[in-house]
């Protein structure tokens, strides 16, 4: 019942995925947005049956494998389908197809009259699957896979409106970004294969030990490459701002609550093999900060809604990173897990207005809405606080969780890791507020004014259901993880993997006292900038490094892009087309030549091929004589 | 027996086919029968073979000049039932698309590929050196006349060079194969005698490396794969190309032994470089075609990087990623030519913008080129790995090589995508340009639906393709 529960969530949304696109036109536009909704929904459900089931079994035991075939072999080698069903995935699991489900029910509201409707939501389905094939694959291998198919559907999805060129240009480096993180992952696994014989987590664990420390390291790199790329951190993070010309809802699912954490999943599923290799465990952490930190000052010079929550989430996933980098692997799921929530919440608010107001996303258009859309302001208000940290907030007890355990890391690591988390507290109450006042508060713009559609309310209730159910879980989702008082989530991800740091109770208040203060702090510098009508970010030449994202793009342009395409067109031109294309050129031309003399009735075709049996004997006398 | 008709069967149908005066759709029609009937006897050897067993299946041997050691001798090992399996499924394809394409002098045509049909079953199935030779030869005359007469505006140019390249390796590996039966006193592959000649093997080597092409033996490649009819292109990359890997492995590997290992760094490294040079020339050819062809160089590069990694997992991901290969460069083949049958161009400058209002066209063309592309799940990423990490023996920078083809393989297979679909119209898209047509889909359809099959379970070819003992003899 349990792993049946299990399987029914892997299968139901491929199932959805291949019924809308077999149905094809036979189908209407709704029906097909039913059936993605109703498929992720009874993937929730079969999640549901699988966490029930591991519940009510022994401590001991929670951990099931069940393999269904084959899916590739080799000689000794072999990689099975087989799912893994312990306290991490069944929490993934959940987590989801659970907000999966929302925001897939969200969409048919927002989506509503699209053109290719059908295929956006044979998409949605399409990544549902493969989310949840990475979050319960037995063996590396089958989590490299859904680790590629969720970046295929990433694809698919922020490149879903094609016509438009940046959607493409942002769908393609979005792919090969990931691709490169994917090749990473990939000659890890082959140092398992060579160094462990297999790639199952459990066989792999087992043998983590015996490997040499270069090995370990070597291995711990190549899978930290793949979770950089998929989580947008620095130095692979500049494909997710761009991944926002997407639809919104697609934001919220992969490029918020789900996709992007994988990396974060990788890093704690993959603890032992990190923990043997502790430097690059560190240098994840240090990624994590630097990435949250930049991201979060970035986040203060951005005009666009979406762009300003897309930087807030790698700000975010900076947190998670830390928390995996020092060994408080609860944490970083815990955080994980209400970030799915406010930020699904934050991204879907957003849709709502700019649903609202005809698609438009500059924040220097808007103002004043909460007038006009009290639910969504209270909606988004509601996110706000639990991103900046509020208490009973779900992200203040994630949070402060993750910037406690750093305080208790100690030595050099823990405390720059520390300091860095407390600045982060401080830039995500001032991005957080900025955007908040920019869009909500004030007197409504006169672009607000014009556009603003009133018959249109605030969305139809399929959107507005979803925003109700996650303002819920953003309130109190983080209520499961009270420090000293009641921590079942915790305990619950802790029998999987074990942590390696814990804060005190003590470290626990005095940490969060200092970082609600410094969330308040923000709160109240972003408020004072609105009423004086400042930016935060003052002095152009700042402004303009920011602007540009510290000009990463145009690097990686100028030493990536650049080079490999003249590299291209030189040996086009150089090599390919002077020395191998018009190499026969002129023999072929004689050829035809003499042939055309000896006989005009040939075509100069058979005349080369008898030439060449001419010579194909002379070769053959040659070898018989030198052979005898 | 089958395997004897399984070559005779086609050549048969193409005398009749030559011979019978039918009309032009007749013909064609009674050509994709017979190409089907193939796919059929194909399936009826796979049901008879027995997949444990490593010693020749289905076989036929009869003495044919005993003094000289020549014989007649053909049969099945599991990759080489593989192979040909790709073989009749991509001709089929191909023949149905001359069918809905409607070539010129139609008996000719179709006689002409169904005798290439028989000719690269054969090339996969001789037992005997002689007979591979002629077997090999066989495929190259209607390939000759396929580009020259029904080929594109350079066809003479692209048949010339063509023609130059081929003979020069023909011709190399005619002198290997004497000097191999001289020198062992027999022709027979199955005899099991092995030389440490290089010299010899090196007439083979660089046969099959221009056949494949390697770096820098793929001159004939450019021209011949954007002149050639479109479905012969096909052909060309997803099948005859294929030769070469078999005759790496059951001449190279088994026959030489010795020199294979000895010679295996200079493969490798071409190998790697053919990969890298075709992937970088990939990604910037101007037209769809160049872009299919160099990458078709490329994952010949792979494919060979395999082979000669000497270990079970190259090896299987040799012959797993030569039947997706195949499956999937036909599919890309015919698309382009479906694509410039609308567009008369196949200029990625003048397409775009046609994913609006073609939903069959856009499905297919994303299945076949995410899976061109080797995303992971696919067969085409399982054989690549298993190549990946067969080569890590050899070297891990030829591992490393590999991945850098995978992220490159992104790079111009998504340009090929977004070439088609995406973005504003071209110039050379007109609104007329329909969707793909049921005999279109058709045509691309079943390729496609067979890769999924073997997406979903890749096991099917790696664990078959060859018995414990065939490895056990080839391996060093």
Redesign the interface.
Known sequence: MTITGAWVCLLAPLAGAIAITLAGTRISRRTAAYISTLTTFVAFGGALVAFLGLWATDHGDREIVSTAYTWLESGDFRVELQILLDTLSSTMMLIVSGVGGLIVWYSMGYMAGDDEERRYFAYMSLFVFSMLMLVQAGNLLLLLVGWGLVGLASYLLIGFWHHKPEAVAAAKKAFVMNAIGDATLALALVLLIWETGTLTYLGVFEDVDGLSTTTVNLVALGLLGGAVAKSAQIPLHTWLPDAMEGPTPVSALIHAATMVTAGVYLLVRASPIFEAAPDVQALAAILGAITLLVAGVIALVQWDIKRVIAYSTMSQIGYMFVAAGIGAYGYAIFHLMTHAFFKALLFMTAGVVIHHLGGEQDIRKMGGLRGLMPRTHLAFLVGALALAGIPIFSGFWSKDGIVAAALADGGALGYSLYAAALVGALLTGLYTFRLYFTVFRGEPSDFVKEHAQEDHGEGPRSMLIPVGVLSVLATIGGLVAIPGVWEPFLHWIDETVEPTVKATVTQDYATSAVAVTLGLVGFLLARRAFDAGRQLVTGPAVWRVLEHKLYVDEAYDALFFRPAAALSTALRRNVEEPLVERSLDEIGAGTLQVGGEVARAQTGLLRTYAIALAFSVVVLVVVFVAVR | MLTTALILFPIAAALVVAILPLPRETTAGLALLAALMEVGLWITAVTQFDFDDGSLQLGTTREWVESLGISYSVGFYGFSLWLVGASVVVFAAAIGYALWAGRERTRAYHALMLLLLGAVVATFTAQDLLLFYAAFELML?PL??LV?VWGGERR??A???F???T??G???M??SV??FG??QGTFSLTAGETSDNVWIFLGFAIAFAVKAPLF?F??WL??AYREAPVEVAAVLSAVVSKTAIYGFIRIGLESFPEPADDLSGLILVLACAGLV?GS??A???PDLRGVIAYSSMAQMGLITVGVFAF???GL??AILQSVAHGLVSASMFLLVGMVERRCGTSDVDALG?M??GR?SL??VV?IAG?IALA???SAT??GE??I??GA??QGWGY??VV??G??LA??YT??VI?AI????PGRAVRKEALDLRPGELALVLPLLLLLLGLSV???VV??SAFAAST?AEILP
Request: proline share 6%.
């Open positions: 005359i000759y006349v020259g003479q140019a048949t010339v060079t023609v130059i390249y003979m020069a023909s011709l190399l005619l002198a004497v000097a001289v020198t820098p793929h001159g450019p021209l040079y970088l020339l990604f910037r050819a270990d079970d997992l299987d991901g913008g994913a609006r939903p856009t499905t994303l995410l995303v992971p799940g990423f399982a790995f298993l990946m990490a890590y023996d591992s490393v991945a850098l995978i992220v992104a790079m998504l340009r977004s679909l995406h973005v504003e379970w890749p096991a790696s664990q490895l």
